[in-house]
């Protein structure tokens, strides 16, 4: 009795390898539709200038920036 699966190819591999692929990416895409939060309105600028705060986003780069 001859074999009656055809041999594995490497087109259909790398169709396999593709279809997987966008299954997963649209699957993450997907997941991510949770409510972003809002953002804190900006403190008014001061009229004498010296308006450097040490913000969270400036903290965050530096640990960013540490050696």
């Known amino acids: 009795m001859p074999n009656s699966q055809p ?3 490497r087109r259909g591999f790398f169709l396999s390898a593709s279809v997987a692929g966008a299954a997963v990416a649209s699957a993450g895409w997907l997941k991510t539709n949770t409510p972003v939060p809002v953002a804190e309105s900006p403190k008014p600028a001061p009229e004498k200038g010296g308006g450097y705060t040490l913000s ?4 965050h780069y530096y640990r960013t ?3």
């Open 7 to 9: 041999k594995p190819s």
């Open 56 to 59: 969270a986003h400036v903290q």
């Open 65 to 67: 920036t540490r050696v």
